[in-house]
């Protein structure tokens, strides 16, 4: 499995930005495909946003078309969110994820490997 590490989380206004990071190591699949999903205190864990293997096709959830955007730097095995407009509602634990496929998935058992979690706090 990849070991995942996620950075970036924190305290932001209403309508701020915030870029998570999420940094991959080891593992024995190259090129994994990526996703973030994100839990809000009392819900389940839901998707956010998935990046195939050379970032040419992601997905999102409805909710944040258009606000967030998921991207990788494959040189420095990193994973991005960057969140824009962020709203009350977008206040989680953002947990990445990846799984042993060069094609992305919505879908949260498709992935083998994930990070510990950063809080993201949005105040209104």
């Known amino acids: 499995q990849v070991q995942l590490v996620e950075s970036g989380g924190g305290l932001v206004s209403a309508g701020g930005s915030l870029r998570l990071s999420c940094a991959a190591s080891?593992?024995?699949?190259?090129?994994?495909?990526m996703g973030w999903f994100r839990q809000a205190p009392g819900k389940g864990r839901e998707f956010v946003a998935t990046i195939n293997w050379n970032g040419g096709i992601r997905y999102y959830t409805d909710s944040v078309k258009g606000r967030f955007t998921i991207s990788r730097d494959n040189a420095k095995n990193t994973v991005y969110l960057q969140m824009n407009n962020l709203k009350p509602e977008d206040t989680a634990a953002y947990y990445c994820?990846?799984?042993?496929?060069?094609?992305?998935?919505?879908?949260?058992?498709?992935?083998?490997?994930w990070g510990q979690g950063t809080q993201v706090t949005v105040s209104s």
């Open positions: 994820a990846g799984r042993a496929s060069l094609v992305a998935s919505r879908v949260e058992y498709e992935y083998e490997s």
């Open positions: 080891g593992g024995s699949f190259s090129r994994p495909a």
